[in-house]
């Protein structure tokens, strides 16, 4: 039976939601529920109860959750037991990352990683970074580069490679917002932060460093639109629809880079500390702890 199939079918049992599952384990919806009809179909029974409002366990589902997570659990034993008698070692691990992240951040230890291990395979998945410790802690991940959280689960393991401060950044134009803007810079006027249009990630640690800041200067937001991701952030605040608090790093590797400016803010909000992030109990696994001595 597929693994990563199983892996499906816990996730969509925890999250009974087929939107936010599929955005966790970073597939389309169709793909998740294929993958759970299918699994249905190798079980012969039903295992969730659907309709338009509601997602829920059958009592087979019920039944298969004790196995799935049984042989997952087995699955994870059983790879991190691989190469333990073994000198050159070799395997695969998943790897999640933003775009940006993959050259900024990841390059250099992906380089040291195929020249000290050339056997093991690095499968490098992307996509939102305010998804990276989730999926690392819901086993769809063994890694991920991840700006370190407020605060981190007692599970986790993560090593700082670096630090991106968090800046805002408005339309370089001479469009209505970007007038407004370069108007009250041009005045040596305060911005009129109560009056802006605001892009904003949709969950995650950019999130709330951004509520906390609204918070501390006593803004009442006027939201434009929710996204997820920072380079789809940047492509909106070029296009001159509103502002957004971006890493500073993703700005600095935008080919668009040129078409938004950074604003000066009042109360700077604290910068990200990017690391890469994995299960301590992972770090039991030969391969895992290899990579992760290259860091030291």
């Known amino acids: 039976m597929d693994i990563k199939r199983l892996q ?47 997602v829920s ?3 087979q589902g019920e039944s298969f959750l004790r196995y799935a997570r049984t042989t997952v659990t087995e699955w994870q034993m059983f790879r991190s037991s691989l190469n333990e008698a073994g000198e050159a070692l070799s395997g695969e691990v998943q790897l999640f990352s ?31 970074p305010a998804l990276a410790i989730e999926r690392v802690m819901k086993g769809f991940e063994d890694m991920a580069i991840a700006a370190r959280p407020d605060k981190l689960h007692e599970s986790l393991a993560f090593y700082s490679l670096g630090s991106s401060p968090l800046v805002f950044i408005a339309p370089n ?3 209505p917002l970007g007038s407004m803007i370069n108007d009250a810079i041009n005045a040596r006027a305060d911005i009129p932060w109560q009056k802006l249009p605001f892009i904003v990630p949709d969950q995650g640690l ?26 789809a952030a940047v492509s909106m605040v070029s296009l001159g629809f509103g502002v957004a608090l971006i890493p500073k790093v993703v ?23 990017v690391g890469l ?13 290899a990579i992760w001595q290259l860091l030291k």
């Open 173 to 175: 134009d001479d469009g």
């Open 277 to 289: 992030v994995t299960k301590k109990a992972h770090l039991q696994q030969p391969i895992m702890n």
């Open 57 to 59: 366990l059958t009592k």
């Open 206 to 231: 950019s999130r709330k460093r951004l509520a906390d800041w609204w918070h501390k200067n006593g803004i009442n937001p006027l939201i434009y639109s929710k996204v997820a991701g920072n380079e």
């Open 251 to 273: 700005v600095d590797n935008s080919p668009i880079k040129d078409k938004v400016q950074i604003l000066a803010m009042p109360d700077p909000v604290p910068a990200f500390d």
């Open 8 to 54: 499906l079918f816990l996730l969509l049992a925890e999250q009974l939601h087929f939107a936010k599952a599929s955005e966790l384990a970073n597939v389309s919806a169709p793909t998740l529920s294929r993958n759970i009809k299918q699994l249905e179909d190798e079980v012969g029974a039903i295992l969730f109860n659907r309709n338009k409002r509601s």
């Open 98 to 128: 933003s775009v940006t992240a993959t050259y900024s951040f990841l390059y250099d230890l992906l380089k040291k990683v195929r020249l000290a291990h050339p056997h093991i395979e690095v499968k490098l998945n992307t996509g939102d």
